[in-house]
């Protein structure tokens, strides 16, 4: 039976998509190393010139996350994921790295994990975010993951929420940062990256659901509506915006894990909370990666992770942050024909195909 979220789409996007979701529960085991998983497998050549992924590193976060997209799925699909191991075991080595975690984003990762999946360790997992979530100045992806965390597991959200609501008190989208403070400077302060846009509108969304929050349901749209807007013409989910009138600053790089999996997470997490249903543009983004069939390594069972400038020193994002801070839509577009979108970052780290799983199975009107 096709999953409700899948039956949204047209036939060929459905098939697409189910097709991505064998490939995710395939490509994780080989990023699944003693227990946790790897921070990314990196492509390189072989002599012969076929592609081959190295498992580089391990993650704490990344496993939170996959542990997310995994609870998703059937027992038996679970443990092919995993290598053989179940969910629980995952979880509660996740639950017991706690003590070492300084960050809130990581903390509340796996505090989501841990309601999402039943955990017997939850309470531990939310007296470790309660105990590291005290800063004044909070990244937006980690304010909204706190605030996911909480919805999850039934928690009172009241800080987390009007964190996130007071994000857009005068402005159109999020940025990089909530709260005042030293975590960006001063050239950057107007900027939100699309990640900083995503997981704000998924938490709100999911916040409406579970409790009925009109001002939640309304900021998650206004959201939604901006990136909708902003969606280049061959569907991609740009990454720099000015927060303040939702234009773009730098579309580039294009991430296949945006087109696949964190644009539809987020925006069917609104349709299922009742908000409205960006069906058009979540396929129109799925186009971008149909296109490029050379992103999507069957054999290998991954996805090239972005489509970027040749601008290794990120120099093209500094310079119309600071020219969009003094002038708002000033875009130098010169900077467009000296550093063209050629060159394709070909690394494939595990969160992307578990949020993959969790973007398109994820149970309807259910968040906790």
């Not at 841990?114 to 004044?136: F, I, Q």
Request: hydrophobic fraction near 45%.
């Amino acid at each position: 039976m096709t999953h409700h979220r899948i039956a949204l789409l047209g036939s060929g996007h459905q098939d697409f998509i189910t097709g991505m979701v064998d490939l995710s529960v395939r490509g994780l085991p080989p990023g699944y190393v003693d227990g946790e998983f790897v921070f990314t497998r990196r492509g390189h050549q072989e002599p012969g010139g076929e592609w081959a992924a190295m498992p580089e590193g391990r993650s704490l976060r990344y496993s939170a996350i996959v542990a997310l997209g995994v609870a998703t799925l059937d027992d038996e699909r679970q443990r092919a994921a995993l290598a053989g191991d179940t969910l629980h075991d995952l979880v509660g080595r996740l639950v017991k790295r706690l003590p070492e975690v300084t960050g809130v984003g990581d903390a509340a990762l796996i505090c989501w994990a841990a309601a999402e999946s039943g955990h017997s360790g939850l309470d531990v997992a939310l007296r470790r975010l309660a105990e590291l979530d005290t800063a004044p100045q909070i990244h937006t992806v980690e304010a909204a993951w706190a605030l996911a965390a909480l919805v999850a597991a039934g928690a009172d959200t009241g800080r987390a929420r009007e964190r996130l609501l007071g994000g857009l008190a005068s402005d159109r989208l999020y940025r990089h940062t909530l709260g005042d403070g030293p975590l960006v400077p001063w050239y950057r302060a107007h900027v939100g990256c699309f990640a900083d846009q995503v997981y704000p509108l998924q938490a709100l969304a999911r916040l409406h659901a579970a409790t009925g929050d009109p001002e939640a349901l309304r900021a998650a749209e206004q959201v939604a509506a901006g990136i909708c807007q902003a969606q280049g013409d061959q569907g991609e989910w740009w990454w720099h915006y000015d927060a303040r009138n939702g234009s773009v600053v730098e579309g580039y790089p294009v991430y296949s894990v945006h087109q696949l999996a964190m644009a539809p997470m987020a925006l069917l997490d609104l349709a299922d909370a009742g908000g409205a249903a960006h069906v058009a543009e979540i396929s129109k983004g799925l186009d971008w990666m149909i296109e490029r069939p050379a992103f999507v390594l069957d054999r290998l069972a991954l996805t090239w992770r972005k489509e970027a400038r040749a601008d290794p020193r990120k120099l093209v994002r500094g310079l119309r942050a600071a020219a969009t801070r003094v002038h708002a839509g000033s875009g130098l577009g010169v900077l467009d024909r000296v550093y063209p979108p050629v060159a394709v970052d070909r690394e494939c780290r595990p969160y992307e195909l578990g949020w993959l799983l969790y973007a398109w199975l994820t149970r309807s009107g259910q968040v906790s």
